[in-house]
């Protein structure tokens, strides 16, 4: 198996209100750093109800994480637009939100998954597809 990066997004319509997830993994290294510089093994979007900007970033990394054991038990590199989660994962920032808090360890269970996970902070324009799926979601519930 190789490794593999999982570029996810989450969001919110309103903080808290109607949330979206969605995701890419791709094989391989980040590269440019956007997931089409890759082969995308997968692509996945959800709506997960209500929910704040922050609770659905995590939700969305838990469903990356969750879905990169499909392709790969080695390295994988986790690429979100949340410099936030980021920070909280890597232990820059504390997490002060007992929900958030719940979240991160489901995160660092999974972690345990693989042979290493890493975190690395993008900017929107560098996770396109990954922000593009939650809006679908939210389109997609709001139409329904």
């Known amino acids: 198996m190789s490794s593999v990066t999982v570029f996810t997004d989450g969001g919110a319509r309103g903080n808290p209100g109607p949330a979206g997830i969605g995701g890419v993994i791709v094989r391989g290294g980040v590269g440019g750093g956007k997931a089409g ?3 995308t093994l997968e692509e996945f979007s959800s709506y997960i109800g209500r929910a704040t900007n922050n609770q ?3 939700q969305a990394l838990l469903a990356g994480l969750d879905r ?3 392709h790969t038990d080695e390295d994988v590199v986790c690429v979100l ?3 936030l989660l980021v920070k909280q994962l890597t232990g820059e920032y504390r ?3 007992p929900e958030l808090k ?3 360890h489901q995160v660092k269970h999974l972690e345990e998954s693989f042979k290493s996970v890493s975190y690395r902070h993008t900017y929107r324009e ?3 597809r990954a922000d593009a799926l939650v809006n679908e979601a939210l389109d997609k519930a ?3």
Do not use: C, H, V
């Open 37 to 39: 510089s890759g082969e």
């Open 56 to 58: 659905a970033e995590y």
């Open 126 to 128: 560098g996770n396109e």
């Open 95 to 97: 997490i002060k939100s």
């Open 102 to 104: 719940k979240l991160a």
């Open 68 to 70: 990169a054991r499909k």
């Open 142 to 144: 709001a139409q329904a």
């Open 81 to 83: 637009d949340s410099e």
